[in-house]
């Protein structure tokens, strides 16, 4: 089956940690997104990747990183400089050269709750 | 003024009823439309996508797009308790490339 996966579901982090969260997908989608939704909010851009081994800085990047080593693979970090970083957080994906072209898709979806 | 603006609810409707949920958008250069369903402690979920200005149909679900009004609908004809989620309206600003803006969602209630 394609799509996109994103672990672990529900994550507690500690004051001071960072944490990484993973994004995988198989859809062979070049394009890859990492958003954070709050309760009553729209989502929030926190990076995109259009292509590997680049990235560009969403609306809300600081105290976040990311690396786009492989097509299928986008991992986010929480750094400890992420003030509130307790948030659902959401991967996406989107294809090119197709009927659907930027079209987002989205993973399941990570919890993150600070301790 | 918000980039992308939804009533956030809640919408009521009965069962069998046409439900209809509003989106303005502020940038009048957008290229392209989407609507999300998004149940409660779930993901989005895609149920349609629009271009063109006129009406797009796919089953229950309609989308209306005029972008002289910078104003993008989704109706729901036929509702259905599993319809009750929160509809988010996205809007990409670019005909090529990405810079997706997603309104805070309307949530609707479909009661039987």
């Known amino acids: 089956d394609g799509g996109i996966t994103q672990s672990p579901k529900y994550l507690f982090r500690k004051e001071g940690q960072n944490v990484t969260l993973s994004c995988e997908q198989n859809?062979?989608?070049?394009?890859m997104y990492w958003y954070r939704q709050d309760p009553g909010q729209g989502l929030r851009l926190i990076y995109y990747?259009?292509?590997?081994?680049?990235?560009q800085k969403g609306d809300i990047a600081e105290g976040y990183s990311v690396s786009r080593e492989k097509k299928e693979s986008f991992p986010l970090t929480v750094t400890s400089a992420q003030k509130n970083p307790t948030a659902f957080y959401l991967c996406?994906?989107?294809?090119?050269?197709?009927?659907?072209?930027?079209?987002?898709?989205f993973g399941p979806g990570t919890r993150l709750t600070v301790l | 003024q918000k980039e992308v603006e939804q009533n956030s609810g809640p919408l009521s409707v009965p069962e069998g009823a046409i439900a209809s949920l509003n989106c303005t958008y502020s940038?009048?250069?957008?290229?392209?439309f989407f609507w999300y369903r998004q149940y409660s402690g779930k993901s989005p979920e895609l149920i349609m996508f629009?271009?063109?200005?006129g009406d797009k149909e796919d089953g229950r679900f309609t989308a209306q797009l005029n972008k002289a009004s910078q104003y993008v609908s989704l109706l729901i004809r036929d509702s259905q308790p599993s319809d009750s989620a929160t509809y988010l309206c996205?809007?990409?600003?670019?005909?090529?490339?990405?810079?997706?803006?997603f309104g805070a969602g309307t949530r609707l209630t479909v009661k039987p």
């Open positions: 859809l062979n989608h070049d394009a």
């Open positions: 996406a994906s989107s294809p090119t050269g197709t009927e659907d072209t930027d079209t987002q898709y």
């Open positions: 940038d009048r250069g957008s290229q392209s």
């Open positions: 996205a809007v990409n600003m670019f005909q090529f490339g990405n810079d997706m803006r």
């Open positions: 629009i271009y063109s200005n």
């Open positions: 990747s259009q292509i590997v081994n680049d990235f």
